[in-house]
């Protein structure tokens, strides 16, 4: 729960981190991420409010996310968002996760505007976006099979390294040498789609080799052929796109720092402005979601009523329609 003033100045983010005990199971089990919800909520709430130094009365609006995701989680969110919304006589903002993932650049950097080529990499998706005003979107391409956080976890899940796999893939990464064991990189040639599924067996394979190479060399391949193929196809997006203005970076695989790095000097060799969250704002926090609702409501976007339904799946944007030439 965040308190954001003006979209931009966080008075409050508060994350009640349930990492810990989703740890022992190697990823989010829903069960218990909603049953822990119902029991964090309200305090959540108190201490956003009490850390922003700001009451019930000085709030201008209620945002939340309603889309996609767990369900359970989700319907503990959105009904106390409700309550709040109608107990206060304030506008209520559905969110979608996604937008709010690209939206975390705008709290930060107030040159973050639109058009933009965007690319979210997350738990859960990989995806690159053609953004052409707020709530304007275009799909340019996406993973066809596993998001890039998810090999990242999985393949840490491989390697015997800790949950969350980003991060401790990151750490191993760091003694390793990026071109001691060589991984594949689907390139899928022509298409702006991405694929890790091949990846993850390969690093399954070298795992259980008979003599493996050391940890921090296989984190360190793995991380550099995810970070290859994701700074390649975005800056040929961007240069596919009509040369936007400036490239966002997005979601809990933004945090990874090599992806940062190679993704920067790709961009300043194109020169393509890049923008990225700092590490905090790109993983889960509600900052983003309350700076979407801002930027929502500023861009006459409307509001919602208490009718606002929560859905599990729901892309942020489609691909742009080609017509045929043949005309059937
Ligand atoms: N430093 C890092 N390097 C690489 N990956 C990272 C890093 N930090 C976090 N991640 C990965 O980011 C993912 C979490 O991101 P996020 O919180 O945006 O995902 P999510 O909300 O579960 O998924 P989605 O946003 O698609 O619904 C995890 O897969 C995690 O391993
Ligand atoms: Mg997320």
Redesign the pocket.
Same mark, same amino acid.
């Given at each position: 729960m965040a308190v954001v003033a003006d979209g931009r100045r966080i008075l409050s983010s508060i994350v009640a981190s349930q990492m810990a005990e989703h740890a022992r199971y190697g990823g989010?089990v829903p069960e218990i991420a909603s049953r822990r919800h119902v029991e964090q909520i309200n305090l959540v709430l108190q201490t956003a409010l009490r850390d922003a130094g700001v009451g019930f009365r000085d709030m201008d609006a209620v945002a939340v996310t309603n889309r996609?995701?767990l369900l359970g989680a989700l319907l503990v969110g959105v009904s106390a968002a409700k309550a709040l919304a109608m107990a206060l006589s304030l506008p209520l903002v559905g969110v979608h996760?996604?937008e709010a993932?690209l939206y975390a650049n705008f709290i930060t950097h107030a040159d973050a505007a639109f058009p933009a080529v965007a690319l979210?990499?997350?738990?859960?998706?990989t995806d690159l976006f053609h953004l052409k005003n707020h709530g304007d979107y275009v799909l340019l391409g996406r993973t066809r099979d596993d &998001? *890039?956080?998810?090999a990242?976890?999985k393949c840490?899940r491989l390697m015997g390294l800790d949950?969350?796999?980003?991060?401790?893939?990151?750490a191993a990464a760091k003694s390793g040498n990026p071109s001691a064991v060589p991984l594949p990189r689907a390139w899928l040639d022509g298409t702006p789609d991405f694929s890790f599924s091949g990846l993850k067996t390969a690093v399954r394979r070298v795992v259980q080799s008979a003599d493996p190479p050391p940890v921090a060399d296989i984190a360190a391949s793995f991380?550099e052929a995810?970070v290859d193929v994701l700074v390649t196809k975005t800056v040929a997006a961007a240069r596919q796109a009509g040369a936007p203005p400036r490239v966002l970076l997005a979601?809990?695989? &933004? *945090?990874?720092?090599?992806?940062r790095e190679k993704m920067q000097a790709a961009c300043d060799e194109a020169g393509l402005p890049l923008l990225y969250p700092p590490?905090a704002l790109?993983?889960?926090n509600a900052a983003m979601i309350a700076a979407t609702g801002y930027f929502h409501l500023q861009a006459g976007r409307g509001s919602d009523d208490l009718s606002l339904d929560i859905i599990a799946s729901e892309p942020l944007a489609v691909r742009a329609h080609v017509p045929n030439p043949g005309g059937s």
């Open positions: 989010v996609p995701g996760h996604i993932h979210v990499v997350s738990g859960g998706h &998001a *890039a956080g998810e990242f976890d840490a949950y969350p796999g980003g991060p401790a893939i990151e991380q995810v979601g809990g695989v &933004a *945090a990874n720092a090599r992806l590490p790109c993983t889960d």
